[in-house]
């Protein structure tokens, strides 16, 4: 007899991100975002203008730390309006 809890298929892993920010990070630089751009332009998207590459950064770090959070007692940024 075979046990079948031993072949249960696992859940999905938790999501690696956002990460933990803790008011500075040096891996997030322009070169980084610049790379990003990079290899957007290599897969043939059109070349970022400079306020494309703004939002990129935006994005970017949307992404890897998530939305920033305001002071605890400052109200809610309106709707669509979050960094």
């Known amino acids: 007899m075979t046990d079948t809890a031993d072949m249960s298929t696992p859940g999905p892993a ?17 070169g980084l975002a610049a790379d990003v751009a990079a290899v957007l332009e290599a897969a043939d998207y059109p070349k970022l203008s400079s306020d494309d590459f703004v939002e990129l950064q935006l994005v970017l770090y949307r992404f890897l730390y998530g939305p920033r959070q305001a002071p605890q007692g400052t109200p809610p940024s309106p709707a669509g309006s979050e960094l």
């Open 14 to 30: 938790p999501n690696a991100y956002p990460v933990r920010y803790d008011g500075s990070d040096p891996r997030f630089t322009f």
